[in-house]
């Protein structure tokens, strides 16, 4: 029997058989689009998933370098300290895991489960930090509770160490964690999001030397996560060593100077810059930062009254007060309007237009001469000299002094100060410099600023006969084995253009400021060495419309004293200011001499006696200036 089929029916089945090698055709093309897209679009992306099941990359953080101090010794080091990470992928059952994990790390379960919500939508291969700097109590809980802690492990971290705590801290500077904005700069290419890296100071200016270069080990895991094995070890280069200028045992003796104070003081070499102690007070402890500030610490210190995170060596602004009288006296010299041997009356007082200008001494010097005008800090001397000159004259040698501009502190951060000039006033205010402004100004005060350390600078190229350096913190980079990388050499950034002869009778006067019976500053003198140096008083503003009343405390004067040693062949320059501290002979000479005892018993074999000073009636009164 023959199957027949007409025309129509030829027609149907060749349609059916078309519609079905399309279908196939269609899904084997679906099936192999697939295929293709998983091996070789996502293929690496799998792989390298499947590799983390078995195969993990751990991370050998590299230790930041020493920093010394110029004898050697070390000043911040490092210690190691243990982290704890979870791999998520690792736990079959995050809610079982989570009272244990509590229990052994002294944290609040929602605090964890915080940390992991903050962590979604990205890779469950990489490890989750829970806790930094674990106490040994919890390491040992965790490495013994492994088995009902799947998917923690514990990471050895080299963690910067502060041994001497707040000690220079302004200078040393301290850690924190990267940002995103610092993670996207070519230098930070390596480093991820919890990593810490220089914020301030040192730590932060040379942190491209100090931070060297991480190491890796790739180990294998079984499927709870525990280490079978190390495939491949890469050690980590540590980073360079830093040797500064700074003396430990000067800066210990500064800071235990002006301890319990507001204030700065900055010791520095006038032979070539070099910064010997630089401390601010208050402080801060950078220990707070290498191991992660919490949120209390933070707020306690950016909203505590007395700025301990400023720099008040460098950042802070002050009238210079009577030190002041150095430069006016220089100017005065240099431009001929007086001779040493130029005199003024002193009755107390100078009238002068509508007021009086008072003399720190109501009683008056009598006729003083420019040596005795600087050894006793006469007012009304230095307005005659002041209104001789003019204001822009005066500025003219306190820009040449380096005031009113940068330093060159390699550290970077510091304030300007202020110079104020009749240019200056009229662009600012919009009105002309008034001939009682010029008396204020002649004296430190009026609109004058200055930091501590472009005093520093100032009075130390007084004393070395006008080169003024740059300051100098860091002496040489040298690699971990001890290689010098690089040498920080002195550097002269100007000469004053001061006659020789003129920057000596200035320093004589200066030697006589605090070895004169009459001297403002006789509280800095040092039996057997030749200190020579200058106080001063800055009035600061009592009340501002819209403040708050001040407090006592608040209305007192500003102290400084300036002052180098030995006074003809300068080793040291000290400035110390102290801010609400009163006179200047009183409160800040003392702590000058406290920390030139401490130089000269170090690099002299002598015994400092104490001062043997004439009780008399006018001693409070020349504390004053």
Known sequence: MRLKLDKNGTHEVNSTLVYVNVVIIVVFSLIFSRLWYLQIIKGEHFKNLSENNRIRI??????????????GAPLVDSFPSFDVSLFRQDVPDMGALMPALSRALSMEPEKIQAKINA???SSPFQPLKLKTDVTRQELAIVETRRLDLPGITVDVVIRRNYPYRSLASHLIGSLGEISQEELQKEEFINHKIGYLIGKYGIEQAFELDLMGENGGRQIEVNALG??????ENLEPNPGNNLFLTLDLELQKAAEGAIAGKSGAIVAMNPQN????????KPDFDPNLFARGISPENWKSLIENPASPLQNRALQGQYPPGSVFKIITAIAGLEEKVITPETSFPCSGVLPFGSREYQCWKKEGHGRVSLRQ???ESCDVYFYQVGLRLGVDRMAKYALS????????FPLGNEKTGLVPTSSWKMRRFGIPWQAGETLSTAIGQGFNLITPL????FVSAVANGGNFFQPRVVQSIRAPHGETLKEFSPLILRTLQVSPENLEIIREALWGAVNSPSGTGHRAKIEGFNVAGKTGTAQVIQRREGRSEPSTSELQD?????????AHQPEIAVVVLIEHGGHGGAAAAPVARKVLENYFKRTRAITPSPLKMAVRSSDENIERR
């Open 454 to 457: 472009q005093m520093a600078g």
């Open 273 to 280: 810059g070099d910064i010997l102690a630089l401390a601010s």
């Open 373 to 375: 005008a600087i050894v």
């Open 558 to 566: 500003h102290a400084w004293f300036a002052c180098f040693a030995p």
């Open 226 to 231: 525990r280490k079978m094995r190390v495939l």
């Open 119 to 121: 962590t979604k939508g």
């Open 58 to 71: 751990q991370e050998i953080p590299a230790p930041r370098g020493i920093l010394y101090d110029r004898q």
């Open 401 to 408: 002094l380096g005031l009113g501009r940068s330093t060159g």
